[in-house]
């Protein structure tokens, strides 16, 4: 076949921003491959170890329930006593914080393979916004979380997540909206302590097990969805968090019962979980939040800076022969084979395949799977197919020089 020589098309500084830093990934992946192996390649496998540290997460903390008592009085206490009357308790509670901050952590690599690979646009745009969502529902349990204890930390954290919510009644014409009062009616608006930490303990809980159905929604809109890690991998997971349990002391924490006469203006905030918190002494309630919002929805428009997709690939009905090559090669799940009427010149053909538009992402690797030319995609040319490819491969040719 004659060779089509074809002018590359203008894109975006962002895209090649972007696939720029998809290059980058590929190239991590590549070596990370070849060190653990293309069945244990941890880059490969972030959304599977996603999906791990949320099971160990949720676990510990469904084990750690049964001796917190939701209390004013009594949360700190019950904390402190559980840690120190058994170890066991204590290495959950350790494996409870550093599985969180993990998940976080693998969240977010997670998130910037997803968007550097170009894995974040057209039909998986939705993902896209499962994933985001799952990382602010992440950060507003995790402040929860943070507060149970009902401590002095518990206490300075309650104030600034305070200010932030009603921080947006402040913000210039949105305010006038009191988004601030609207939302923090659920969590702020109470009559007394006790009804305020349960509305807590409750968002803590409740919201651990919503973000599990966001998790596991996430991954139905993939197909098909790699979220089983090997065995050595869940154990090598494991035995990193109950090491680090036990090697986590609970004075690390740093309880300190709660002097509303001598309350302090900071406290320790966590890294990875409580993260925006740490510029809250710099940028304060209202403008902290309004950042945050800015950020979420620049994430969430992402999708749209990348050039629109063509028209979805078509099947042929009477040149397909109902092989399954391109059911087998589809990386989105776009192909189905369905039944075949049987008629006097199909008569050995049982099934043919049909493409599904609402997750066809037109990559044009099912064309290229083709050899009996039953699947088109109708509006690329053999030229915008080459380029393609040669944008595709261009990372692997870079690395083969």
Not at 219 to 232: A, D, H, K, Q, S
Not at 257 to 283: E, G
Request: charged share 15%; aromatic share 10%; with cysteine.
């Amino acid at each position: 076949m004659k060779k089509i020589k074809s002018k590359p098309r203008h894109v975006s500084g962002y895209v090649s921003f972007r696939a720029s830093a998809g290059q980058l990934i590929g190239t991590i992946e590549y070596y990370s491959s070849r060190f653990f192996g293309p069945g244990s390649n941890p880059m490969a496998l972030t959304g599977a170890i996603v999906f791990a540290f949320l099971i160990i997460n949720v676990v510990t903390g469904i084990s750690l329930l049964f001796d917190y008592t939701p209390a004013p009085e009594l949360s700190m206490l019950s904390v402190l006593k559980s840690a120190s009357e058994s170890s066991i308790l204590h290495v959950l509670r350790a494996t409870h914080r550093a599985s969180a901050d993990l998940l976080i952590l693998s969240l977010l690599i997670h998130i910037i393979r997803v968007w550097a690979t170009n894995r974040y646009s057209g039909v998986r745009r939705r993902t896209w916004t499962a994933g985001v969502a799952a990382l602010v529902a992440l950060g507003i349990i995790g402040w929860a979380g943070y507060i149970l204890p009902w401590d002095e930390r518990a206490m300075v954290l309650l104030s600034w997540g305070r200010d932030i919510v009603y921080g947006a009644d402040r913000w210039p014409l949105i305010g006038l909206l009191k988004p601030g009062t609207i939302f923090g009616m659920t969590i702020f608006s109470v009559k007394n302590e006790a009804e305020q930490l349960l509305r807590i303990f409750a968002l803590h809980v409740g919201g651990a097990f919503i973000l599990l159905f966001v998790i596991l929604a996430h991954f139905r809109m993939i197909t098909p969805p790699r979220i089983r890690l090997p065995i050595m991998a869940w154990l090598g997971l494991l035995m990193v968090l109950i090491l680090v349990g036990a090697s986590t002391t609970l004075s690390t924490e740093g309880f300190h019962p709660f002097n509303p006469f001598d309350s302090p203006a900071t406290v320790k905030v966590d890294i990875f979980t409580t993260f925006p918190l740490l510029f809250y002494p710099i940028l304060k309630g209202p403008m902290l939040g309004g950042l945050l919002v800015i950020i979420i929805a620049i994430l969430l428009y992402l999708p749209k800076l990348e050039p629109s997709r063509p028209p979805t690939a078509v099947v042929s009905e009477i040149a397909c022969i109902g092989c399954r090559i391109c059911y087998d090669d589809c990386p989105y799940g776009a192909i189905e084979m369905v039944p075949v009427k049987k008629t006097s010149h199909r008569i050995n053909i049982k099934e043919v395949a049909k493409v599904d538009p609402k997750s066809c992402n037109s990559c044009g690797i099912c064309v290229g799977s083709c050899e009996f030319t039953a699947i088109e995609l109708p509006s690329l040319t053999t030229e915008d197919i080459l380029e393609k490819i040669d944008f595709i491969t261009s990372p692997l040719q870079e690395r083969l020089k």
